[in-house]
């Protein structure tokens, strides 16, 4: 595609910068009406408008019928290498995150959930495709694609009538494969393909994807920053991110002009992930625009400067959150916060400078809740009771079914996941995982598994599980399989039929060489 074209086909979508082109799009429509149909419909709408503020979801009786029943729609936001420890609702002291805070007291905080994996892509993996490590297609961060065969919440949502957006990283395929965002259900993308581009927080481009339609044509290349070539660092891509999920979410925003659809935006931050190129030629590799508000703290450089990278994170979250108000539609849209796994080592960054993972032991790359277990908010003030806390284990792959059947899907579609819903909405939740599962690839072979109150760890191919019991251990200091035989074993029997084999990731001894060590 030409770049004069290409620009022309930007102004026009979903992820326009100014307001005005959003009212520009709805002056278009109604300029397209017959002058004398143009005025009964402008009446029209101004009712409609004013039905679906004020209405409840439900018909009041004597009134104008409102729409049909819709379903909610879902913002999920997704931080990169977050910590369990590294919000102020989670326990942390230092680093300021007052929107998020607000986000758990307005809704449900989960104390036991968990990510896909323990790095990037392979979590990333089990988030869309409802899979765990040891059935998915992804299972490292290597430069594998999802293949048409893997079906994502995405493709799921949008068989359902939702309208689907990725904003930021993606990591799930590169460009020219089967993997790329539009092949996977989202309608629109913008961000990064590949991991290691995800790094660079002042890119001089990022990959769009927009669909052709009658009245405009489609977008599927790269789209420059040029503010940022040579090196210089003028555009804070994160921001970029948030400006592109809010004029999504006003644009697309459920109307009587697209009846009342729902969209679905997966909005993948990457901060606090560190720039991993930059702190090896630097040795500060978190990036961020700005130390405010921690510039006069007596800390290391690249601690402000994560501390600061994870109040704008926060920061951008109370932006989110003003605009789905200022729409009136938070009330019916689901919001959900979380972390692809547990904090880094990496950037110049100590985890344990702010006790990044709480009281849980390890950080990302390791199978102990540190490096997986990670803070889950959802936020649905017309289903769900503020202040909620809920400990039951959950994980990234259940995401798929609860979404599935918040959209009515059904049968719901097979995967490793439980639909949460009954949860969300206070109702009984009469199934529950027996086991949650995971294995990593970069370090040999490791493999981890939560059943009830215990967590075993089998930190190398062929060598004994570790056991310990969360309830009285949450730290996993004390390694106690010899004093349950009974548990090890039942433990063991899972191990051995929980995952399928891959030609891609087959159990290696400890020390041979993995694909996809440092990436993401
Ligand atoms: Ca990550």
Redesign the pocket.
């Known amino acids: 595609m030409g770049k004069g074209a290409a620009e022309a086909a930007v102004t026009g979508t979903s992820f326009g910068w100014t307001p005005r082109k959003g009212f520009a799009r709805v002056r278009r429509m109604m300029s397209q009406f017959p002058r004398a149909r143009r005025t009964a419909s402008q009446a029209l709408l101004l009712c409609l408008a004013a039905s679906s503020v004020v209405l409840p979801l439900r018909a009041q009786p004597g009134s104008a019928p409102s729409p049909a029943p819709r379903n909610p729609s879902i913002l999920f936001i997704l931080a ?2 977050l910590g369990y420890g590294d919000l102020g609702c989670y326990g942390q002291t230092k680093i300021k995150t007052p929107n998020l805070d607000k986000l758990a007291a307005e809704g449900m905080r989960f104390t036991s959930f968990y990510a896909g994996s323990t ?2 892509a392979p ?1 990333r993996c089990a988030l869309m495709t409802g899979s765990h490590t040891g059935h998915g297609f992804i299972r490292g961060n290597a430069a594998a694609a999802l293949r048409p065969q893997d079906l994502t919440v995405a493709e799921v949502l949008k068989q359902a009538g939702y309208h689907t957006a990725l904003v930021g990283k993606w990591g799930l395929g590169n460009p020219n494969t089967t993997g790329v965002p539009q092949k996977k259900g989202f309608d629109e993308f913008i961000g990064y393909l590949d991991q290691t581009h995800a790094h660079d927080y002042y890119t001089d481009y990022l990959w769009r994807y927009d669909p052709p339609s009658p009245a405009k044509q489609g977008y599927d290349d790269r789209m420059e920053f040029p503010e940022n070539r040579d090196g210089k660092k003028v555009v804070y891509l994160h921001d970029v991110f948030t400006r592109a999920a809010v004029n999504f979410m006003r644009i697309n925003k459920p109307d009587p002009f697209n009846n009342y659809r729902p969209f679905f935006l997966y909005l993948a931050y990457t901060i606090p ?1 560190a720039n991993n190129e930059e702190g090896r030629r630097t040795g500060n590799g978190m990036q961020t625009p700005s130390d405010i508000p921690y510039s006069d703290q007596p800390w290391p450089q690249t601690e402000k400067n994560k501390a600061a990278m994870i109040t704008h994170l926060d920061a951008s979250v109370g932006v989110l959150m003003d605009q789905l108000k200022q729409l009136k539609i938070d009330d019916h849209t689901l919001v959900l916060f979380t972390s ?2 547990g904090p880094h080592q990496e950037g110049g960054a100590d985890p344990k400078f702010f006790q990044s993972s709480g009281p849980l032991r390890g950080i ?1 790359r390791d199978l102990y809740e540190g490096g997986i277990r990670v803070p889950l908010i959802v936020r649905w003030p017309s289903q769900i009771r503020p202040g909620t806390v809920n400990d039951q284990p959950w994980a990234f792959w259940d995401f798929l079914p609860t979404a599935a059947e918040l959209a009515q899907v059904k049968p719901l579609p097979k995967c490793d996941g439980i639909s949460l819903l009954p949860t969300l909405l206070g109702q009984p939740q009469t199934n529950r995982h027996d086991f949650l599962y995971w294995e990593f690839h970069e370090r040999g072979f490791q493999q981890a598994v939560r059943m009830g109150d215990w967590k075993a760890v089998r930190p190398q191919a062929g060598e004994p599980l570790e056991l310990y019991n969360l309830k009285t251990d949450l730290s996993e200091k004390e390694n106690v399989a010899d004093k349950n035989p009974e548990v090890v074993a039942k433990m063991e029997a899972f191990f051995k039929t929980a995952r399928t084999e891959s030609d891609l990731w087959p159990i290696k001894p400890a020390g041979a060489k993995q694909p996809g060590k440092k990436k ?1």
């Open positions: 990169d290498d790095v990037c979590s992930h692809d796994n990302k993401g």
